[in-house]
Every structure is written in C-alpha cells, then in structure tokens.
C-alpha cells in the first residue's frame, strides 16, 4: 500500500530539473520531496534559487522545498532520484548515487552505454527494466537522447509485427528547447536560419536505436545490441527553429521479403498500444501512436502535444524509391524525449514492483 | 558588333518576374525593355502596377516602362523572353510565344518535361542547350525546379569523376521565399513549425535529376533521361522558417566499386568549374561549389549569398552507413535557384551564340 | 434550473469559429448545437466542412454535426448565438438574427460602434450589458477588438480607484494569430520582419477604449462615450513575429493631482477582482490582472496562458518622464481579446439572467 | 596627402569588431593594420583566432594579420583604432590609449557621458567632433547606442527647422544582433517571443538623446546637454525577432505654437542631407532620411540596407492625439547604430583633418 512514493529531483533549477518538477505536481504516484542542485544554490529555498523558464507557473508546492546539494546523503527517503543533471557532473554523481542505494532514472548521457544499465523510451522497451531486478542495491536507468525516442517509437511495432529493419535512416529537425536554455541556441543562429549540426547527436541516434531494439538477455542481465552489420543506422541531425517538438524524416528498410505493404505498415502503427497504458501507468498515452492521413501533418505547433506530449505523431508513411518506406515521425523532446519519459519510467517501475 | 540584346519579362509583377527585374538591371549583356503581366496590370506605368517587395529598391529603369499583355505581339523585339508566369498560365503563352518564334527561358514548371525542351541548371549542364540549336523557330529552355537545382551542383562533378550514382536520397529544409508572396506560406503555418510537404516537390526532384544529369543524344536533338532501374532518387521535403536558401541532407551511392574516399569526394567537389565560367558568363559563380570544413555549415542565413547566389555550398561530406556519403547542401533558391539561372542560361546562349 | 443552454456558432469553420467550439466543448453551461457556415460548407458534416488548425484536436462533440447556412431559421432553439463571421457578413447576418429575436455575441466589427450594443470587455465593464435588459426581442453584443481588450483591462481598476485617465499611449507588438489564417499574415512578411501598420487598429483601439470605459446612462439604455478632449488615447501597431499574445507598452496620465505612487498603482491592479469572478463565472480568471515583478516580464510565450488566457498580464510598471506610468501588457489575443471574451460574456448574460 | 591612413581595431574577434573589418575591407581612406584582442587570441592569425559569424566572408587581407594584445605600445603606428571592446574592458583600455595620444573612435558605453567627450551619431551631429580640435594628445569618440542613433536621425532636421522638442517617447522593437553572438540573446527567448526588457537601454536612449542632440559651448569645448525640464524623453525597449534593423514608434512634441504640419514635417525630414555627404565622405548616404509613403513601411527585412545601411527609414508620419506627431523610424543597427557610424565618424575626421 499506501501512499505516494518519494521522489527526488538532481539538476532541479535546470531546464530538464524544471520539467521534472512540473509533471511531478499533483502526481499520483509520487512525491517529490528533495531537490538537488549546485552548492550555489543549495541552502536557497527553491523559488530563490530557481530562474524560471517554463509556460505554466512554478508550482507552489516546490517553491518553499530548500534546495541542498547532489550527495546521496541528502536522498535517502527518496524511493526514486530523477537527474536532469549535466554531464558533466550526472557520471559521478549518479554512480555515487547507486551505491548508495539509490534507485535514479537520468536523462544524462552519461551511462546510457553501460552494459548493465537499461536505457529505455517507456512506450517502446519497458521489458529492458527487467535488467534491475536482479540488482541487490540501486540502479541507473537511463531516459534515451531525445531524437532517439521519436524515432523508435514507430519502429518498435514494425519490427514485431514485420520482423527485422535492415537498414534505416533519418533526417532530423530538431527544436530548440533540447538544447536548454543556459543559453542554449542562440538567437542570432536560429532566426532565419539552420544549423546542420548537433554535437554528438547523430552517434546517439545511430548507436542508441541499436540498444533500445535490442533484445533482453535470457537471463535479463542485459541487452544484446542488434549489430550493426544486421541494422545500419544513419542520421543527419539538424537544429531548426521550432520551440519545441522534433521533427524526424526517415526511410527504412525491412530484411524480410516481400516487405508490407503501405497499408499494413500504417495498421501496424495504427494498433500499437504500448505496455505501459495496458498497465495503466498515469501518463501513458491512450494512444501510442497518432497516424496522421492529412499530407502536410504532422506539424511541430499543431501536433506537438498529442496526449500530453506522450504520444508520437507519424504521417505520411509512402514508399520509398531507395528503402522501402519514408514517412514523418513528430515527438515532444522535452516530454517523451526526455523528462516526460523519465516520470513514466518511474510509474513502469512501480508497476513492475521495481521500485 | 554591338549593344546589348533587348529582353523582356512574363509575370513582371510576380516574385520571380520582380527578381528577373533586378538581376537585369546595369546587366552587361542585356536591356530589359518589355514587361508583360496580367490584363489588370497592362497599361499602367511598372511602378504603378507592381507591389513591390524585394530588400533591394525598385530600380529606376523598370518604374516607367508601361506594363503590355503576355503577347507575342508586344515582345518582337526581344532576343529573349524571361518567364516568371505562374504555372497556370505559363503552358499556353509560353508555347504562344515559341511559335512566334521567340527565345523563352522559363521558370514555370509546364514544360520542363517536354522530351524536345532542356531542363537547365546552368552551373550543371549547359551542354543540354545544344538542343535549341537545331530549331528553325522559337524555342523555350526550363529552369530546374529550385530544390533540385541545388541537389544536382555536387552530384554533377561526382559523377563526371566517379560514375554513376545508383542511390541518391535528399531531405529538404527549404526556404518561404519558394512559395512566392501571394500568399504564399501563411505565418501561422511557419512560425515555430515545419510543414513537412510541399506539394509536387517531391515527384519534381525525385523526375528533374534523371533529365539534368541524363545524356544528351548523339544528334543533340535530345536527353536520355537515366532509367529509374539504374538511379533510384528519393526526396523528402520540408518547408521551413528560412527566408532564402534551400537546405538539403543528401546521401548517395555510387555504381562502382571501391567508391572513392571521402577525401576524393571533397578535392573533387572543390575543384569544380562550371562550364559558365570558364565562358566568361557575367554571373557565373568564381567557385561553383563552396567546400565547407566546419562541422556546423553550410547556414542559410550566413552562406546563402556565396557568389551572389549562384554558388552552391557544400558542407559536412561524411561516409553514410546506409548509403556510401552523406552530405548537407545549400543553395539560394531564387538565384540558382529560379531567376538567377534564367539569366545564367541566356548568358549561356549568348556565349553559345543560340541567341 | 434545467439543462444546459442551447449555443450555435456562426462562422464556424473559421479561426475565431474554431475556437468557439474548442471553448464550448465539455462548458457546464452551454451545449453547442448549431454551426453555420457559407453555402459551399452548408450540408456537410463539420468534421469534413472544416480545415481544423488548432493546437487542440477537433472536439468529438462537433465532429458529426451538418454545418448549416447562417439564417436565423436554423438558430432558433438557440438561447446564445456566438458569431465569428467576417465582417463582410457579418452586419447583415447578425442584423437579421437580432430582428429573428436571437442573442448574439459577435467577434465582428460591424456593430460595436452602434449606440444600443454593448461593447464589452467580460473582465472591464461587465456592467454594460444591462443595456440589452430593456431588449423586447434579440440583441447584439460585441466583443472588442483584440488589442483593445488587454489594453483597457489594467485602465478599469486604475480609473475607478485614481480618477480619469486624460492621456493614453499604446504601442502594440501583435500576434499573428490575431489576423486569422486565411491567409491572415504572409510567412515572408514576418519573418525577420516586423509590420507597422494593422489596418484599422489604430482607430479601433483609440474609438474602443472611449466607450469601454465610458458610463452607462441613467436609464441604461446607452453608454456615453468619454469625449475625445477628456481622454486622448494614441496607439501605434504592430504585427510581429508571435503565434499568440498582444504586448502593448502603455502610458499613461491621470487627471487628478498628484497622481499615485508606482506602489499605488501596482497595488491596485494585483488587487483588482473582476465582477465575473464574483459572479462564479466559469471561465472568469482567478487572477484578474497577474502583476509581475521580474524586469523582464510579462513575454508572450511564457505569460499568454494565465488563467487559460483570460487573465491579463502587467509588468515593469515605472514612472514616464513624458506622462505619469509607464507598463508593459500582454493579453491572449485569441482568448480574452476574441472568442474566450464571448464565451465569458455568455456567462455574465447567464448570471444576470440575461438569457 | 599620401596613401591611406592606418587604423587599429580593438575587440577584433567580436561582433562589433568584425563590423569593423568588413567595413574596413577596401576603404579609400583607411588602412587596418593592427587587430588587437583579448591575451587568449594574441599570437594567432586573425582566421584562427576568430569565430566569423558575418554574412560575407572573412576578407582575405585580415586572415593573416597576427592579433596582438589590446596594449597602446602595439598600436603606435594607427592614425585612427576603432574600438569593439565589451564594457567590462573598454573604459580602462580606451583611457590608456588616450594617453598614449592616440584617436579612438569607441562603440563602448565607457566614456559616453564624460563631458568632454563628444557623442556622435555621424549624420546627425558631426560639429560635437570640433571638440577634440583642441585636445593636445589623443582623444575618445564615442559612437551612440544603437537604438538612439535611429531615435535621432529625424529629430535633428525637425529640431533645426521647427525648434525645440519638448517631449519625446519612443518604443523600441530591437534586432537581436544588437546583443551580439556571445551568446546574445538566447534563441528560446525570442522565438514565439518578446523580450520587453533591455538592461540599461532605455535610459541610454533617454540620456544620450538630450547630449546629442545638445549645443557646442562657444569655445567648442564641450557639449551643453539640454535640460530634462526642457526636453522630456521616455523610452520603452523590446528585444524581438528580427536579425538586423531596429524598429521604433516614436512620438513628439513641438516647444513652439503652432506646430508645424504633417506635410511640412515630411518635407523636413526628405530635404535633410546630412553634413558628412556634403563634405564627400565616403560612406555617407545619399539619402539621409528615406520618407516612405505605403502606411506599411518601414518594415526591417525590407528597409534595413538602404544606402548600405547608413541611411534612415521614416515613414507613418501622422498626427498624435496625445503629442503632435507620431511616426515608425527604422535604421541599422550594426551600421549606422554601430560599426557603420564609427568608420564615418572617421571619415568626417578626417574630412575636418582631425586625424
């Protein structure tokens, strides 16, 4: 039984730290009560040491919470730890937290590639959770690059249903909030503009999507990666100027022949209902995946907030000249692409008696 | 000899006619001196009857020349006709105009398909002029379509060095100024958003690249468009919030075995002189591609204007793990684009001495 | 008691029609039964009659109704009529309706500067629509112009604690949303670009603010206008590049000596309570006017959503060398300055059994 | 006579002073010699100590100079040093190259209100440089901030022939450039935004406007500021969307009786030309105050570049309820707002052979 679980938030006057926050309001499940950030602002109530950034209010709750720094010390009713931290602190901090016990589900990058850490994108892989159950103390899981979600939202019921993606590729157009705002993109390089570049980026979508699809372990130690000379993955990243909502054109590839047909990959997508709805988890989407018929949609301001951000809209599914499809595939970044996924991470955890 | 040739304009008051206006002003080679437009606008002074919206001023020459109606009548004297005409218009008065026996460069899409008319981007294959020479009568030329023009620049020195191309996919991030300004894009569809289809574009760039980089038949008479069995071409196309400048994420694959490295894809692209210049051509670019080293370019906003607009940047040449290279191309879309090649293709013709 | 009222929308399928009907979905008052659109929408379903373009996806509620013609004869077992018509039609529709008996709520221009309709802004002068009391059959109200609507909300309070106000400033920096999608504002207008000039704006804004803030006569029966060499209201526009949210920098001169203090002045607007929350309307703000500290506040993109865009945002209120305060306001264009207005006009119609 | 003066620029790597270098680029009159920076880029070629961010490329003579440090010893050889620095070095640095007896030409705030300094926007008030007539060594210019050089273009002629202004507003709508790339304004905070804040500008543009627009003392040696009893200016400031070009509504008040009327006022302000034009100077524009007469103009992207963006847009000239005329004023900011006015203040220096 019985009442909330507690929760803890690391990076908390961040932008990722603000979302945490802000979905964790009036959260059913959980209560956060500990937020860490740098020693600048520990000792400061939250309010003071906060530079509010967000389109709804500060929730009042939080305002009042004093800030205290990242130990593990300062966490220890804490039944999960969300990190927002930087990684340039997340790798020792949240190694630091395990061993003390804790249970921490980040959005750092910092040990997405640990073999023994799930990485997951909670509408597509909650089965990978199974590799903490075997962990006699705490445990990292760890949310995936933002890109990386949108994009393996729609393939995780192709592959089911149609068997293995031989090769695949995406274009993506990505928003700017990703990229946080201290100070993030600057201005003068997104109005009226492009950049054809994000740092690191294109190795995370390449290497992730091969972890995430990836099976589980017999034992459910860990994930084999699908190698890559099974799976080639390829990716052009690109910053554009859109608040927030990533934009992703990709084609693919299936190994089996014949491929589906149009109409069978749009069912398929259609379908999809993900694990953690069937579960009743509070903030899966009722529907996993919008499959849009219009040709100009999805649309990053129209589209963006499908089920709270949770769901990931595709359209345009058509067959390619050079693979075998191409279609848009539109998904929040700073919901399931990131602190969103965390929180329905942590509801699959308590739903599987993880946590 | 001596003095310039006399042209004209079709769709004067339209934002392709408004920029064929520009580019003619103080041209070396040309005098403008006819204008025709719509029947509304047909008597009035051009400065009564355009609503003029470029970030150059309305140059004085143009503001008083009496705006006639898309006759070959009214455009006798003129060694060449520029046609800006919307796509609704352009078959019929275009087609008029040939059989009166007048050179046309058009920019309108109707008869770029025709099998006895060259689809031109004048950096790229000016040898497909030689088509006209053989008309006793008038003939029109077709300016590419504007995101295809800036797919083929890099494609046309690679497969002159290395061979032919069997897989070739682009992603467009194109610019608004493409849609012209009547409306064209609404601003509540472009800003803080991506519109992921534009429509035709796809089917013109995935058709134009096999008749751009076709061959010419041995009687000149016409081009071998490449089968779709040997070049497969896959687009996808995007409208973004730039104001100038088409942004593409091209991938390619060569025919041939080894495929060059990265570093002869590179040396190859820059070493590239178009044909135009080497003619003299008043507007060719001095560097037809501009090979761009940074990781972040090329920027619509910062490289768009190389040589004026009729030079194409190339940046972040990598190898691809589906395809053999993968690539971000920029080109300005209302000079090489559209307007800007127009007046390259009669510069060409001149030197051709086809006009 | 007894049920909800009956509610039709005429100008449905368009901007402010949309959100009409995004607003009535799921109201405790209203149930919305009839749309009405032109004859070419007439006859189909609202779901295929529509091009839905709003951040919200199209009510399931009003997906089956059949969108009839704007006559009266299909309104009439509405109890409220909302109108979102152009004002091409709209005097005469709206005309006809009111001869048929029928209470309108318009969005359209036509008839606020008729003596006998109230011109109402739901949150400032609720109090006018005692006028349409005395109505032995139907009645117009009219919403005010956008930027009107957040200009006068800071101006009630300040008038009825300090006095008349004799000079008023207002530079507008408006949102395209405000100017519908249809195309409503050019992408390459506004795009790095600011528009200064809105037709009519201007002079809506400086006429509006008269009667707004005018008295209602003894009898009830009419408003007097505040006579232009007693108030002198000055306003400037602009459409810049935001989706939604009027900012308006104001000034302003009281008539009486000494004016208040910056203290005075602030305190009075963060204290104001408007008559439609008193009143228990649903959707009336909480927080009539959100006073903000921050020197940096209030920005469209983080302040338009206070109270679901029907509370009015005020910052940087300071001393004016020229006249006595200067202050920044942002109100949601579309909400309190369009169809939110009309739906809390209702709900004041409503709690003063009006309808 | 004799070849062309050498010039220095301080802050080379920055935004201003890449201004410097382009404008600088095959001047008749200037040589630029010597790039000083910060101790981190001294000793590198100038093309691998900076980041350019210019829309034109890096001209080819500046890529191999090798920066110095910002010391006086390095710059001896420099008729004239432009100087780029932020405010946090510029006031010690530009003193020490004072007394060293060399002439700064400053877009640093540092030395704005030291008495005798003058403050010059150069098509405006070129006499306040008869101040540095009588300096014995070196001396300081400082260029005005951005927004008050647009601010002052057209009261100078007004204030000439019609007299006295004695109130002034102005609400600023500021590019983004003007924040320079260090990060400048983030882009998160001007997408889908305004900034209604720019710390310490408004009361730059309140305090600045009173001292150029002020008189030469009699001996020349310093400048009489007009009283703010005299002249009240009230300034609001608003940082949006825009690349380049700021934006102002301004309004104002004549001293004398009768005010003069519109048609006088823009006839004013189209007769002006400015001094620097007259005396031949290089740069001046042809056209100091463009009047334009469409009630949508000036629009930024449109306007920004005339006379290579030393020349100021007027238009909306209209009567003010409030004041006597209201009117939009637009001008470049990083041109004549900044770099631009400083290489012509140089030039008018060197036309009154003070350097």
Known sequence: ??????????????????????????????????????????????????????????????????????????????????????????????????????????????????????????????????????????????????????????????????????????????????????????????????????GGEEDKIEWETKKILGTLSADRSKVELIPSDQMKVSAQCNRVAVSDGHTECISLKFKNRPAPSVDQVKKCLADYVCEAYKLGCHSAPKQTIHLLEQNDRP?????????????VSVGRVREDPVLDFKMVVLSHNTVIGAAGSGILIAELLLAKKLI
Chains 1, 2, 3, 4 share one sequence.
């Open 1 to 198: 039984m019985g009442g909330k679980k507690v929760a803890g938030v690391l990076g908390a006057t961040g932008s990722v730290g603000q979302r945490f926050i802000l979905l964790l309001a009036d959260h059913p499940d959980f209560e956060l009560k500990v937020l860490g950030a740098s020693p600048r602002s520990a000792g400061k109530k939250y309010v003071d040491a906060v530079n509010w950034k967000q389109t709804e209010l500060l929730p009042e709750f939080a305002k009042e919470i004093v800030v205290c720094e990242c130990k593990a010390e300062f966490f220890k009713q804490c039944d999960v730890v969300f990190s927002g931290l930087d990684a340039d602190y997340a790798g020792e901090i949240e190694s630091e937290f395990v061993e003390a016990g804790l249970a921490v589900v980040s959005n750092a990058k910092n040990h997405r590639r640990d073999p023994d850490v799930p990485l997951v994108v909670p509408i597509v892989n909650p089965e990978h959770l199974d590799m903490v159950a075997s962990k006699k103390r705490g445990f990292i899981v760890c949310i995936s690059n933002c890109s990386t979600a949108g994009l393996v939202a729609p393939l995780k019921p192709l592959v089911e249903k149609f068997g293995p993606i031989e090769a695949l590729t995406t274009t993506t157009l990505q928003a700017i909030s990703g990229a946080g705002f201290s100070p993030g993109v600057p201005g003068i390089d997104i109005l009226d503009n492009i950049i054809p570049y994000i």
């Open 299 to 311: 649309q990053p301001r129209l589209d963006r907030n499908r089920d709270a951000g949770y769901g």
